[in-house]
């Protein structure tokens, strides 16, 4: 095993609580490096903090796995999913979809595992998960008992961890075109050619809010992917819901789930750019009594946040030009780097160039399945805002 070291003054953030080790925190390490293998991490004066996987190529080098010195086995990984399956929004059995594994969220750096009915869909992203995919697919066959495992390890930031991307049945085999329920709504995702792991798991209570703020409005959905929150506002009694996308792929998807939930009538989905589209409404004078933004993230990393900002400002921008009074907004940020006071400050700012007043009605974030630690900020990346349109 590896033994690695800190830098005097260094241990303090890993003592509040965060799971992640700097590169420029390590004062060195004792061993061989091997890209993630199971390291020691003590402090400068050698009293120990945990167990973290290892990899020294990364700037986020260890990734912490335990506070003790218990092995990092089988049973180990038995104990934490057993331990992920009780947290709030999960369950290991069902029609529905959740998220069973949220890498650091709960304690398992690297790995994340989401449920499409009696379907896994895994995701290992570091080279310390890598090392560790066998047990990790033998735990997840005992505990959670699947007909098959589909594996997505597909992200770029594997690229980052020296590994190559992988995608395809890690365990068993079966369709990849599941349904799975929503809150008695039916929505249809495809884990292995979909955004993410097939759907937008961590959309799910922010959607049932949108279902309840669409009754009777014209309800408009971007950036719409298959349809989760067009097709949720139409089950919540919207008078229509438009969601324009540009991939015909997604929306042939959204309007499966529309038409398996006998809502096609008052679903529309047309492939259009999001931000020509919008432009186009305003011209027309088109209004919408509720107006969903849930774009892609514009920023992967701090160095474009800047730019990531503009295009923020830009959408929103146009979406408040065609909210009719009292319209609702309902806007939405996956990207890490811009952080709640960022998002809140670009509305405002929005707003003043859209010369409209609206009310913050609430500030969300990602669903209960997607657990947030307290000391790790980076865990909490989804923004949610609903604003009210005063005037």
Known sequence: MLTIRLAPGRESRLQAGHPWIYRSEI?????????????????????FLGQATVNPACQIAGRLLSRDEAPIDDAFFERRIRQALTRCGRSASGPDACRLVFGEGDHLP???????????VAQILTAGMERLRETILEVLRRVV???????????????????????????????????VQEEGLAFF??????QKTGFFLDQRENRQVVRRLAKGREVLDCFC?????????????????????????????????????????SCTFVSVNAFDQLRAFAREERRFGLVVLDPPAFTKGRDALEGALRGYNEINLRAM???????ILVTCSCSYHV???????????????????????ELRTQAADHPILLAAKETQYLKCAILEAVN
Do not use: C
């Open 27 to 47: 004062a060195r390490i004792e061993g061989t490096e091997t890209p993630g293998a199971i390291g020691r991490i003590l402090d400068h004066r050698g009293k």
């Open 321 to 327: 030009k065609i909210l009719a009074p009292g319209g």
């Open 339 to 361: 952080d709640a006071p960022t998002f809140l400050e670009m509305l405002r700012s929005a707003a003043v160039d859209a010369r409209r007043e609206f009310r913050l009605v």
């Open 145 to 179: 008992a699947p007909r098959a495992i589909y594996e997505r390890s597909d992200s770029s930031s594997r690229r980052m961890e020296g590994l190559d991307l992988r995608k395809g049945f890690a365990w068993g085999t079966g369709e990849t075109g599941v349904w």
């Open 110 to 120: 690297g790995l994340i595992v989401d449920r499409y009915g009696d379907l896994l």
């Open 189 to 194: 995702a495809d884990v292995a050619a979909g």
């Open 225 to 265: 992917y298959s349809g989760g929150f067009a097709v949720s506002a139409a089950g919540g009694g919207a008078a229509s819901a438009l969601g324009i996308d540009l991939s015909e792929t997604s929306l042939a998807w959204a309007r499966q789930s529309a038409e398996r939930n006998g809502l096609a009538a």
